[in-house]
C-alpha cells in the first residue's frame, strides 16, 4: 500500500524531468496532440494511464476513464473507497465524464463503489440521464455489474475520522488531511511543505483532435452526509466543449457550483482567452464575490483548448497540474490570485 506521502518522496525522486515547475508563462505554447493534463502532482501517474490509451491513437474518452481508474484504485485521502468519509463516517464518492459530443454522465454520493467514473460513463451510455445519486447510483452500478465492496475504511481514513471525532468540528476544510493552513478553508500542506491534493480532475486531447474529461473525488473530508460538491456537476467540476476546449476544477466546490466554474473557463477561452488567462478570471469572479471568504479559501481551475495549450490558475497559492504529451511530462505550479 502506498500512502500519498510517500507517493509524493517517491514522485519527487524519479526523475529531473517530474520537478514542479515553478513559474508558468501565460500562453503556453501549443503542444502536439495527443495531451492529458490533470489536477495536483499525482496527477503524473493518472496522465501515465491516460498516456497508454492516447499513445496508441485512442479516444480522449477511454484515456480520461482510465486516468481516473488508476486514481480510484489508490489508496489516498481524496479520491476512491479510500478516501475520507463524511462526518457520518461514510465514504461517499462523486464522479463524472463528458466526451467531444457533449454527452456526458455522473454520480453523486455513491457508497461502496470502486470506480464510480466507470459508473458515469454507464450512466452517460445506458441511460438518458446525466447524474444519478445516493442508493440509486449505486442500484444502477450493481445492476449493471460493478461489484459492492465493503465499505470499511482504509487504515488512514479510520485515524483521521477518529482524529476528527475528537472535536466533531464541522469545518468543510479543503486539502485538510495531514495539512496546516491559514483559514476554514485555506490550502493545506504537508509537513515538507509539499502541496496536499484533493479532487482529480483529468482532461485530454487525442491524435484526432476530440476533447473529453473526468473528474472523481471523494469529496470534502468530513462533510455533511449527502452533500454534493461541483466534481459531479458538468459545468462546475468539469465541462468540455469540443470546438473550444475542456475545463476541470479542485477546491472548495461551493464556490465553484455557485460562478459555473469550468462553463466559464471554456466560455473565456471561446471569447479568445489562452487556458491560464480563461482559468484567471473564472478566479477573479471568485474572489471578487467575496473577497474577504477568498483570503481562507481555495480553489484551482485546470484548462487545456483544442490546439493542445494548457494553462491553470488558482485563488492562492498551492495548486499544481501535471501534463503528459509526446515531448513533456511535467507538473507545474499554478499561478494564483491571492
Ligand atoms: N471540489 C471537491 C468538492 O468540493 C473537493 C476537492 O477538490 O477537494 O467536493
Known amino acids: 500500500m502506498i500512502n500519498r506521502r510517500k507517493f509524493l518522496h517517491l514522485s519527487a525522486l524519479t526523475a529531473p524531468l517530474l520537478a514542479v515547475k515553478k513559474s508558468f508563462a501565460s500562453g503556453m505554447e501549443a503542444s502536439t ?5 490533470s489536477t495536483w502532482k499525482s496527477g503524473l501517474p493518472v496522465n501515465e494511464a491516460a498516456w497508454k490509451i492516447l499513445s496508441a491513437n485512442g479516444r480522449a474518452l477511454d484515456a480520461v476513464e482510465a486516468g481516473a481508474r488508476y486514481m480510484e484504485d489508490t489508496i489516498d485521502c481524496c479520491v476512491g473507497l479510500g478516501g475520507y ?17 457533449a454527452n456526458c454522465g455522473a454520480v453523486a454520493g455513491i457508497e461502496r463503489i470502486k470506480h464510480p467514473v ?18 440509486g447510483a449505486q442500484e444502477f452500478a450493481v445492476q449493471n455489474g460493478f461489484p459492492l465492496e465493503s465499505g470499511e475504511l482504509s487504515e488512514s481514513a479510520k485515524k483521521a475520522y477518529a482524529d476528527w471525532l475528537k472535536k466533531s468540528e464541522y469545518k468543510p476544510v479543503i486539502n485538510i488531511e495531514n495539512g496546516k493552513g491559514n483559514g476554514p478553508f485555506a490550502p493545506q500542506f504537508f509537513d515538507d511543505g509539499s502541496p496536499n491534493h484533493d479532487t482529480m480532475g483529468l482532461v485530454a486531447l487525442d491524435a484526432s483532435g476530440n476533447l473529453s474529461g473526468a473528474v472523481t473525488t471523494s469529496g470534502m473530508a468530513f462533510k455533511v452526509h449527502g452533500r454534493v460538491g461541483d466534481s459531479p456537476i458538468i459545468g462546475a467540476g468539469l465541462y468540455v466543449d469540443n470546438e473550444v476546449g475542456a475545463a476541470t476544477s479542485s477546491g472548495l466546490g461551493e464556490e465553484v457550483i455557485r460562478i459555473c466554474g469550468t462553463h466559464l473557463v471554456v466560455e473565456f477561452m471561446r471569447q479568445g482567452y489562452s487556458p491560464e488567462n480563461a482559468c484567471k478570471k473564472a478566479v477573479e469572479r471568485i474572489v471578487k464575490r467575496d473577497p474577504v471568504k477568498a483570503k481562507t479559501l481555495q480553489v484551482g481551475f485546470l484548462a487545456l483548448n483544442k490546439k493542445g495549450q494548457h494553462g491553470a490558475y488558482a485563488v492562492q497559492k ?3 497540474y501535471s501534463i503528459k504529451s509526446g515531448s513533456e511530462t511535467t507538473t507545474y505550479a499554478s499561478k494564483f490570485l491571492i
Do not use: N, W, Y
Open 118 to 135: 466507470s459508473v458515469a460513463r454507464k450512466v452517460m451510455e445506458l441511460t438518458p440521464h446525466v447524474i444519478l445519486v445516493g442508493a
Open 318 to 320: 498551492g495548486f499544481e
Open 33 to 37: 496532440k495527443p495531451i492529458v493534463v
Open 85 to 101: 468519509p463524511d462526518r457520518d463516517g461514510i465514504v461517499t464518492l462523486d464522479s463524472c465524464i463528458m466526451d467531444e459530443h
